[in-house]
C-alpha cells in the first residue's frame, strides 16, 4: 500500500524555524511532483508549495512566499519543507501530497489534483 509519511512538526515561537519531511513507503516517488498543504480546524485544506520531479520549478502561496522553501531529494526519495520566521497563523495539520504531472500554478494549488496524501504533522507556533 502506497503512503506518504511526514514528520518533522512541533510547537515552536514565532520567528522559529522547523523543516517538514515527507517520505514514501511502498514505492518510489522520485517521478512524480509533490506539494504541501495545510489545515487549521475548521477551515479547508490549503495549498502551500509545489515542486515538479527535477527540483527546479516551484510554486508557493503568498502567505509563505519568501519565508518558505520546499525541495526534494530524489536519492533519499524525500521532499521537504523549511519553514522561516514562522508565524502564529502558520499553525495547522502540514500534509504532504503527489500527483501523476506537473502543471500550471492553479492546477498545482488544487488539492484535488492530488492522488497520494499523507497522515499529516501538526505545527504549532505560539506568539
Known amino acids: 500500500q502506497v503512503q506518504l509519511v511526514e514528520s518533522g512538526g512541533g510547537l515552536v515561537q514565532a520567528g522559529d524555524s522547523l523543516r517538514l519531511s515527507c517520505s514514501p513507503s511502498g514505492r518510489t516517488f522520485s517521478r512524480y511532483p509533490m506539494a504541501w498543504f495545510r489545515q487549521d480546524p475548521g477551515k479547508e485544506r490549503e495549498f502551500v508549495a509545489a515542486?515538479?520531479?527535477?527540483?527546479?520549478?516551484?510554486y508557493y502561496a503568498d502567505s509563505v512566499k519568501g519565508r518558505f522553501t520546499i525541495s526534494r531529494d530524489s536519492a533519499q526519495n524525500t521532499v521537504y519543507l523549511q519553514m522561516n520566521s514562522l508565524k502564529p497563523e502558520d499553525t495547522a495539520i502540514y500534509y504532504c501530497?503527489?500527483?501523476?504531472?506537473?502543471?500550471?500554478?492553479?492546477?498545482?494549488?488544487?488539492?484535488?489534483?492530488?492522488?497520494?496524501w499523507g497522515q499529516g504533522t501538526q505545527v504549532t507556533v505560539s506568539s
Open positions: 515542486i515538479n520531479t527535477g527540483g527546479y520549478s516551484t
Open positions: 501530497a503527489a500527483r501523476s504531472s506537473f502543471s500550471d500554478y492553479y492546477t498545482m494549488r488544487n488539492r484535488e489534483k492530488y492522488y497520494y
